[in-house]
């Protein structure tokens, strides 16, 4: 996920995760499918013959969708003939493919080894460390992507690179850097709303509020209906004493479909900024109907339960709190006076 700088800052980063949306996040280099021959002659006969069977299967079963099956084949190459390239690359891919990035990484590392500078190898491997959480190793791969480019008679880097290296950038906290990866992204794919989202995102984590402001209105612009940037306007413009633009954007992020329930817990809590517990509780409790598991909202809740006096209602929600954060003093101080208040103290 890519980091906030600053606590109060910390739901607007939801969105620049390394599970962003499918028109977004970077897809993963095929196995190469031009390999006329993925095995070294010069090894014994049978291995050989056996591991290029097995390659071209596993080709085959890609090309069909079948990517368990194309994942059995190309390991079992890699088993026959560990030093081709080849192989080890079209094994990362598949498991990069199948959401099993840690297995990923040391097969690129290998391919990588053993056929350097290759453009499709790097954009793997960078792709595996970073769903790995490991965005700083990602960062070096897709610089050499880059860099490889620019070599003559290279094809140019489509906009996904841009979009996991900014992303790698960010997680490692250079917003700067990241910013204009985004840009450059957002050169070749047009303007889009999650990247404005995205990189109203990073302005707001630098501290520069009006580009921020902007880049949030530009994605709003762009596709009405793009919840998240509602949001984080709502937040931006709640940190900035603007309740009342907040409250009417998060009111309207609360209309869209399908309703986002952060978007809903953000609505609460510009309410409760505005001194409305009673208007907030029931927004509270729609968002944790649909996420309990929301950042704080249990707290939240009940502490606005608590002060409209509800104190039973509340109890149950600080204690769900507290799972969370079982050390936390003041959750524990504010059950202990609910609980004393309803005179259940034990």
């Excluded at 690359?89 to 990484?105: D, H, I, M, T």
């Excluded at 841009?162 to 700067?176: C, I, K, P, T």
């Excluded at 509800?310 to 101080?333: C, D, G, H, S």
Aim: with cysteine; aromatic share 6%; hydrophobic share 45%.
């Amino acid at each position: 996920m890519i980091l906030s700088r600053s606590v109060l800052w910390c739901a607007i980063a939801v969105p620049l995760s390394w599970q962003g949306s499918a028109s977004a996040v970077p897809a993963q280099t095929p196995p190469k499918a031009g390999t006329t021959r993925a095995v070294d002659p010069a090894k014994n006969a049978d291995a050989a013959k056996k591991a290029d069977v097995a390659f071209r299967a596993g080709l085959a079963a890609h090309q069909q969708g079948q990517i368990e099956q194309a994942r059995e084949q190309f390991a079992e190459v890699v088993r026959l003939e560990p030093a081709i390239p080849e192989a080890r690359e079209a094994l990362g891919a598949v498991l990069l493919e199948l959401g099993r990035s840690a297995e990923a990484v040391p097969q690129l590392e290998a391919a990588a080894k053993l056929q350097p500078n290759d453009a499709g190898i790097e954009n793997n491997l960078a792709l595996a460390y970073a769903a790995s959480g490991e965005p700083a190793k990602a960062i070096p791969h897709f610089e050499a992507v880059l860099r490889l480019a620019e070599r003559p008679g290279q094809s140019q880097p489509d906009a996904t690179v841009y979009d996991g290296y900014a992303r790698a950038l960010a997680a490692a906290g250079n917003s700067e850097l990241a910013l204009e990866q985004f840009k450059r992204e957002e050169q070749l794919a047009g303007q889009r709303p999650d990247i404005e989202d995205d990189i109203g995102t990073l302005y707001a984590q630098l501290g520069r509020w009006a580009e921020a402001h902007t880049a949030f209105d530009n994605a709003i612009a762009a596709d009405a209906s793009f919840s998240p940037a509602y949001t984080h306007l709502g937040i931006l413009l709640r940190q900035r004493g603007d309740l009342a633009g907040s409250a009417k954007t998060l009111e309207a992020a609360t209309r869209l479909e399908p309703v986002d329930p952060l978007a809903l817990l953000e609505f609460a809590r510009t309410l409760v900024a505005e001194g409305q517990d009673e208007a907030a509780e029931p927004v509270f409790e729609r968002a944790l109907k649909l996420n309990a598991d929301l950042p704080a909202g249990a707290t939240d809740l009940a502490m606005a339960l608590q002060r409209l006096g509800r104190q039973q209602e509340a109890i149950p929600w600080f204690r769900k709190a507290l799972v969370a954060e079982p050390r936390n003093p003041r959750l524990l101080a504010n059950l202990v006076l609910a609980l004393t208040l309803k005179g259940n103290a034990k």
